[in-house]
């Protein structure tokens, strides 16, 4: 019986059993090696999303399972009322990792995004003297923190906020990649305890900053004792061609002695997604003792943060990153697909631009945003075989796992062309 549940049946399940809280692209997949991903029909795709860039490592990593498993099989959860065998050596790899000196452990990114919003405003009262409650922390127009009370407070997306007030306070909005305003804002308030910024808006399109706007970011926040908080849940690990995104142009795999002029040191690091290279929910804020030491016992945690298969899943997951140099590849295939699509842009009137770093990219479709075109178009590359999303009516974002080779890039970059032009008009 089971072997004529198709496509349609399982769509429908969902629909009359589940919140309706997304609008997914109507394929059902049941399994995934790679690059490639499989529908219960056993139509083979190309996967051009990467569950929002948490599978940089390709669907079912070898080496990632094996962790996964293996730690399944001995201890999968004590909570932090004790401690475990795993985490201390977690939180070593990650700090070096990443060059902090404290981990904080947590499961999506939401939860990390709240905690680093709570480690900034304590820092704030305890170590800026900001008068108890009036913390205030600067966002961006367009970001995407994640989907809790507080963090959909600061959106500046409609269907994000309405209906879901009262909302919480202590946020002001600053357009994106707007130097000049971050100034006038600090100048103008002395109780700023935090920038919280994207490196890349990844949800608002892929929106790629002036090169410079971070590394100015880092400067006025050091001048006005202002946390300069990189949410790189999205951006970080390997995805944009950098370890992080906030690394500029260093070609490191996260070993180096960071340049200056390159790399744009943020106070706090907000990453998930990549970290456990989507086999298990993980997340992390990292930072330095004197910041990450205002939060003591009792005053935050989280039952499953910091799990030992967490712990070891992600280890794994970062060591991949290195020791495939995927990082690298990112930068390289990156490189070749925005030149293809430019190529193809410049004779085409349905495509306007491409833009994006690393291997997280995005076209403009000459449409606009309330129309139906990009979701069409990615209906289309389903059916001739890769799968990706509009971010927006008008903007579709193309970020395949790391693991991807120079000849499947210049399959899919012929796919998404082929599709783009029976678009043209
Ligand atoms: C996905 C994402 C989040 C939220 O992560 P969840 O695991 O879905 O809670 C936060 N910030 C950015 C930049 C993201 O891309």
């Not at 059993?17 to 219960?40: N, Q, S």
């Not at 599978?55 to 001995?74: E, F, T, W, Y």
């Not at 030491?293 to 060591?319: K, R, W, Y």
Request: aromatic share 8%; with cysteine; proline share 4%.
């Amino acid at each position: 019986m089971e072997s004529t549940i198709e496509t349609f049946d399982f769509i429908e399940l969902e629909r009359h059993h589940g919140a309706h809280d997304y609008h997914p692209i109507p394929v059902v997949l049941e399994r995934g090696e790679g690059v490639f991903l499989w529908d219960v029909e056993g139509k083979k795709y190309y996967d051009f999303l990467s569950a929002y860039s948490a599978v940089n490592q390709g669907h079912c990593h070898p080496r990632i399972v094996k962790a996964l498993q293996d730690q399944a099989q001995i201890l999968t959860l004590t909570s932090r009322a004790f401690h475990n065998n795993k985490l201390g050596a977690y939180m070593k790899y990650v700090t070096e990792y990443f060059g902090f000196e404290r981990l904080l452990p947590s499961n999506t990114g939401a939860e990390a995004v709240e905690a680093a919003i709570k480690i900034a405003r304590k820092w704030g009262y305890t170590k800026k003297n900001i008068p108890e409650n009036k913390a205030e922390i600067i966002v961006c127009k367009q970001n995407f923190h994640g989907r809790t009370s507080t963090i959909i407070s600061f959106s500046s997306d409609h269907d994000s906020r309405q209906h879901f007030g009262p909302h919480a306070t202590g946020f002001i909005s600053i357009p994106y990649n707007d130097i000049t305003a971050l100034e006038s804002v600090l100048q103008n308030h002395s109780n700023v305890a935090g920038f919280l910024v994207e490196p890349i808006q990844g949800e608002a399109g892929v929106f790629t900053p002036d090169p410079d706007f971070i590394k100015k970011a880092r400067a006025l926040c050091s001048k006005y004792n202002v946390l300069l908080m990189a949410d790189e849940i999205q951006t970080g690990i390997g995805r944009t061609g950098a370890l992080l995104a906030v690394c500029g142009n260093c070609d490191c795999t996260g070993h180096c002695e960071r340049q200056e002029d390159t790399y744009s040191r943020p106070d706090i690091l907000i990453l998930g997604k990549a970290i456990s290279g989507g086999a298990f929910p993980v997340s992390a804020v990292l930072c330095d003792a004197h910041i990450m030491d205002v939060i003591q016992p009792g005053q935050h945690g989280s039952t499953f943060g910091g799990n030992p298969m967490a712990c070891t899943v992600a280890m794994e997951a970062l060591q991949v990153i290195r020791d495939e140099k995927l990082t690298q590849n990112a930068r390289r295939l990156g490189n070749r697909f925005r030149t293809a699509m430019q190529n193809y842009i410049d004779n085409s009137s349905i495509v306007l631009s491409v833009r994006g770093r690393g291997l997280l990219n995005a076209i403009v479709i000459n449409d606009s945003e309330e129309s139906k075109t990009a979701w069409n178009i990615c209906l289309k590359l389903k059916e001739n075989g890769l799968l990706a999303k509009p971010t927006h009516g008008n903007i579709i974002r193309f970020a395949p796992p790391l693991v991807m080779t120079e000849a499947q890039l210049d399959d899919c970059i012929a796919i998404i062309t082929t599709t783009l032009s029976e678009f043209e008009s």
